[in-house]
């Protein structure tokens, strides 16, 4: 190995090392043990359970059994699930959000333009009778880059088209706004907020729900991700209420809504039944992309597709309550439950 390889392999173990150290007196204010004891207790789970130190906080393995420990799916346990159980030939069908619709139009309750290969005269044919519109990256997560734009803002329609094909935005997908249902939108009106089922395509053929969570966002935000400054709630799909307080991404943790004071445990989302149905029906149309996230907007008129993510997020469903009972249990056994192996001997 190369001098030059040895020095950057020191330096990035020595910058984990430090995070580590950092993560462990930022543990120690919480719980009150010895910053050296949750040191060493951090690496131990990073190598028994793939943990790192955000998993380590996030899910407060600092108050954690070793058997609540192995009930948790990590970002290194979910990613080599995913990698395993997901055909990387079906992929680029997810990854790309104009494809996406290609192959789910008829589930997503709304029309799209697209921005790559669409011209002038076609978008201002899209843009009839409509005010605001939905711009999105075609291959961005966690609801980067994504801006709702209405045509009152703008001086005329050729601005607005110029706004779209600067290079120096990533817009790749114009869409229709959606309007979703009054229930959803008391939460934070200025967003869709949506209903995240994991669905699983067993080796039967049939697909089953994981789990399932409540999004909503807040301070404003055209977004209800968490990265955006969302809040997202554990949910019981077959009774439609959330069945957690709220999370951030910041790990803040929320009793009503920070914006507009909705209290969010014990929320009822409409269509609970509808919602689930539409996931079940998604997931059967690529058998072979078994593991997904799907995002979906509850309308008057019924649910309806924004995306399906190949990686569903294992952190919406297992961040546990300051306040809930000991002992706290993460995804695994559900998947367990239903003869599904994610761990690989």
């Known amino acids: 190995m190369k001098l030059t390889s040895v020095v950057k392999t020191a330096l990035s173990r020595t910058d984990m090392l430090r995070r580590v150290w950092d993560c462990a007196g930022d543990a120690r204010k919480i719980c009150g043990r010895s910053r050296l004891s949750l040191f060493n207790d951090m690496l131990r789970c990073a190598a028994r359970y793939g943990a790192g130190p955000t998993d380590y906080m996030m899910f407060r393995f600092y108050e954690c059994s070793d058997e609540e420990r192995r009930t948790f799916l990590t970002r290194v346990s979910s990613a080599a699930f995913v990698k395993r159980v997901n055909s990387r030939a079906v992929a680029p069908i997810f990854n790309d959000k104009n494809t996406f619709f290609e192959n789910f139009s008829d589930l997503m309750g709304r029309s799209t333009f697209d921005l790559s290969k669409g011209h002038f005269e076609g978008f201002c044919a899209f843009m009839d009778g409509k005010d605001c519109l939905m711009a999105k990256p075609v291959d961005a997560d966690c609801g980067r880059g994504i801006e709702k734009l209405c045509v009152a803002d703008f001086d005329s329609m050729d601005a607005l088209w ?8 990533p817009f790749g997908i114009a869409e229709e706004v959606l309007q979703q ?3 959803m939108s008391k939460l934070h009106p200025a967003s869709v907020n949506c209903v995240r089922i994991a669905t699983f395509v067993k080796d039967d053929g049939d697909p089953t729900v994981i789990y399932a969570a409540m999004k909503a966002g807040s301070g404003g935000a055209p977004c209800d991700n968490t990265g955006r400054g969302g809040v ?16 951030s991404e910041e790990m803040e943790e929320f ?3 920070p914006t507009t004071g909705i209290t969010l445990k014990d929320f009822h989302i409409p269509m609970a039944a509808e919602c689930k149905a539409l996931a079940l029906k998604a997931a059967k149309r690529f058998p072979d992309f078994r593991y997904v996230g799907w995002d979906i907007c509850i309308t008057p008129n019924g649910p309806v597709l924004i995306e399906g993510n190949d990686y569903p997020g294992y952190d ?3 961040m546990p309550d300051k306040a809930a009972p000991h002992p706290w249990q993460g995804l695994i056994p ?5 003869g599904i192996r994610v761990m690989e001997n």
């Not at 110029?162 to 935005?169: G, I, R, S, T, V």
């Not at 997202?232 to 999370?247: A, F, K, P």
Request: contains cysteine; aromatic residues 6%.
């Open 162 to 169: 110029a706004y779209l094909k600067n290079p120096a935005k």
């Open 181 to 183: 249902h009054p229930e």
């Open 232 to 247: 997202t709630c554990r949910l019981d799909i077959d009774s439609g209420t959330v069945v957690s307080n709220g999370h």
């Open 255 to 257: 009793i009503t809504h």
């Open 316 to 318: 919406l469903a297992q």
């Open 334 to 338: 559900r998947f367990t439950e239903q």
